[in-house]
């Protein structure tokens, strides 16, 4: 016995013209969600689609997968295993979703990312490029995971924090606000990061560093402590922030980094004996007192 069949006379059209079929169960003819083809639904495993959820294109739910609500798979995604997609949700182009993940909500998976083990995908995020999240982290609210990003273990990303690039962000970390991390800067350990920051180059965040203000750490920097950099502000012309890691003969601040003497440098170069000099050199100088770093 077939495991559904398709409604002939229960059907939509999509905007571009592709007709999707209502599917209704053999066994017990309950009926469920909209498909294309049956290639889209695999006759094999539990696997299901119900409610109004969509699958269409050359994509595949197979296994023990569900697709439910109003959720859509489309283009050549796979949903596989025990995976769920849930709610208003959208996996297309090549995604991949498998193992017990879930994508609930209003969130958007596509390009050739991939969601798997127990990891989540929820509220309004997107997770594209070839970005992989895995393990039991959970990507939510307005956050965004794009490039070859790769979340593992139990981290959390959320609030409006963008991840790109080949970042890499493990263990127990966190990463909200409006926080932003790229190029191949590494976040890990229990490391919480918030607030308008920047994290960039090849900088590592670890242990149980707590950057809750606005930050800005890049270049080669290592952290795993809390207690090892200031960041004093808004101060400037443009009411920014500024970072000092004295240990480090690091300065940071917005788009500029660099060794204390070349801050100096520029500072007097550009603000010359204006109040800013004034408030950029005294904050230089009470990092290094406060560190016992000479200048």
Partial sequence: MKKYVLVEDDFIILKDKTKLFRIRRTFDRVLGGYIEKEENLSREGCCWVSDSAKVFNNAKVCGDAKVKDNAKVAGNACVLDDAEVSDNSIVYDNAKIYGSAKVANDSHVFGYAHVFDCAEVFGCASVYGYSVVHGHSSIFEKSIINGNVEITDNV??????????????????????????????????????????????????????????????????????????LCIGPIGSRDDYL???????????GCWSGTIKQFIKRVEK??????????????????CKYFDVNL
């Fill in 156 to 229: 959390r990303i959320f609030g409006n924090a963008k991840i790109r690039d080949n970042v890499v962000v493990s263990c127990n970390a966190h990463i909200f606000g409006y926080t932003e991390v790229y190029d191949n800067a590494r976040v890990f350990d229990s490391a919480r990061i918030a607030g308008h920051s920047k994290i960039f180059g090849k900088a590592q965040i670890g242990g149980c560093t707590k950057i809750l203000s606005t930050a800005y750490i890049g270049n080669n920097i290592k952290l795993f402590e809390s207690s090892s950099f």
């Fill in 243 to 253: 970072t000092i890691i004295p240990l480090q003969n690091y300065v940071a601040t």
């Fill in 270 to 287: 550009v603000h010359k004996v204006s109040k800013f000099k004034k408030d950029y050199i005294d904050a230089i100088q009470y990092a």
